[in-house]
Each structure stands twice: as C-alpha cells, then as structure tokens.
C-alpha cells in the first residue's frame, strides 16, 4: 500500500492504493462529511484479489490540501474525482461512496456512467432529505460562529459524529483523525466551505435521473443510522432499478467502520455480478 499527491489545478489530492492490476475493474472508494480515507482502512484489505483499489483523500480533508475558495460541493467533487480517474489512468470503475461521497458516486453514476461499472451506496446522502438538521442549525449560526475558536467548533462536531456510532472507542479514535485537520484556524476556515457547500439541490437535481442508472448497484445502511435514516436506503432502492439493499442490523452512520466484513462482502459480490 502506498500513499502519493495527484497535483489537479493546484490543488494536491491524496490518494493510497492496493490491490493489484488484474482482470477484475478498478475499485475507488469516495468518503464523505467530514472523514477521510481513513473509514475505508478495515474494508481495503478484505477486497478480493485481482482489482486495483484506490482511496482518496477529497480536497479539503485528510491530508488533501485545503479548498481556498475551490468548488467543494457534490458536483465539484465528483468533476475533481473524474481528473483524478483520468490521472490514474483508470477508464472505468466501480465506485462505492459512502455519506456525501454516496453523492458524488450518483453523480457520476449519471453525468458520466461509461465511467462508473458498479455502484455501491453506503449510508448516502440523496434526494432532498439532507443536511441533518444539526448542520443546517450550524450554517444558520455561521455569522456567530465562524470566528469562534477552532477547538470550541471540534468540541462540538466530536459529541455529534460520536452519535454515528455504536462502538464510542472506535469512534472516539476515528474522529480525532478525521478533526484534525480543521484543528487550527486556517483548518476552521476550510471546514467552514465545506459547511456552507453541503447542499441538497445537488443530489435533488440528480432524482429524476436515477432511474437511468445502468451500473449494477448495491445498497448499503445502518439501520439505525441516526443522520440518514433507512428510508433514504428504500427509496434509492425503488430508484435505480435491479438495485440491491442490505440493511445492516445494530449499525448506525459509520457502517464501513462498524461493518468492514460484511461491507467487503457485499462488494465481493458486487463485483462478481
């Protein structure tokens, strides 16, 4: 496994690979709000073998750079992501996203689907039923607290996201790796346009067209995710046709993390359609 910089319009993008290059098509995993490649860690390793799997750091988190006023909404991640398949020489590739990465996966599931082989949503944001009402409060709050110190900001985004899990050590752990790069004030400026890009109308625009989708696709959730309920998984699912969806029981938001064994088999099959 290696971890390398793609340099797409200035912007550093991190990503890591495994795997290997076999007749099996690449596998890129897209996070979402606000983790990093990190939530993939435990479902790399469990991917069968043949496939070249990448994981990347969107702009903005991990060890990305920062946006500084670049696009950071579903639609500008899922353009950078098309750069970055195209850096990597990858054609075409099943991609699986999780959070608003489950967005970005949609919208290249349907702005460019010779791109996309397979499709796998987990705990995805879609339709018009996100942001949580917890970010929606923040952003109305913004004027407030956009100059308040960064450690008082984390303090708070750490006893929310610790709701996405039912584990509070591993989630403990991750969210301190998944904070620290908005640990300063440059890092609360850049979480801040992340905030302020969150926004519905991007999965919205893409409902009418998910029907549409030709890529196998496989649906995953937490069924007791409590910022993206199931019945966002059901209505995917009657969306896109000859869709797959697995509820997994006693999981909440952070199933990659919670649920890598059974995640990593469901791609296994995926792939295998």
């Not at 200035?10 to 495994?18: L, N």
């Not at 709701?163 to 004030?185: C, K, M, W």
Request: charged share 20%; aromatic share 6%; with cysteine.
């Amino acid at each position: 496994m290696r971890g390398e910089f793609l340099d797409l319009a200035g912007a550093r993008i991190y990503y890591y690979a495994a795997g290997s290059r076999g007749a099996g098509e690449p596998v890129i995993f897209i996070h979402g709000f606000p983790t990093s490649s990190h939530l993939w860690k435990e479902i790399v390793p469990l991917m069968p073998s043949g496939h070249r799997i990448v994981v990347v750091d969107l702009l903005g988190y991990g060890r990305s750079d920062r946006p500084e006023g670049r696009d950071v909404s579903v639609r500008g991640h899922a353009d950078r992501m098309l750069g970055v398949m195209d850096m990597l020489g990858i054609n075409y590739a099943c991609i699986v996203g999780h959070d608003v990465g489950g967005g970005i996966a949609q919208a290249l599931a349907v702005r460019a689907p010779a791109r996309v082989s397979r499709l796998c949503l987990v705990g995805a944001v879609a339709f018009d039923e996100w942001p949580v009402r917890e970010v929606k409060l923040a952003r109305a709050m913004l004027p407030l607290t956009r100059h308040l110190p960064a450690q008082w900001l984390l303090s708070i985004l750490r006893t929310d996201l610790m709701r996405g899990y039912t584990e509070p050590e591993r989630g403990a752990h991750s969210i301190d790796q998944y904070v620290l790069p908005f640990a300063n004030a440059e890092g609360r400026d850049a979480f801040m346009e992340h905030l302020l890009a969150l926004d519905s109308a991007d999965t919205a625009a893409l409902t009418p067209r998910l029907k549409d989708i030709l890529a196998p696709t496989a649906i995953v959730w937490g069924a007791d995710d409590p910022f993206l309920p199931p019945a966002i998984a059901r209505r995917l699912h009657e969306a896109i046709p000859g869709s797959t969806l697995d509820l997994l029981p006693d999981v909440r938001h952070f199933t990659p993390e919670e649920a890598p064994e059974k995640i990593a088999s469901i791609i296994a099959g995926l792939l295998a359609r």
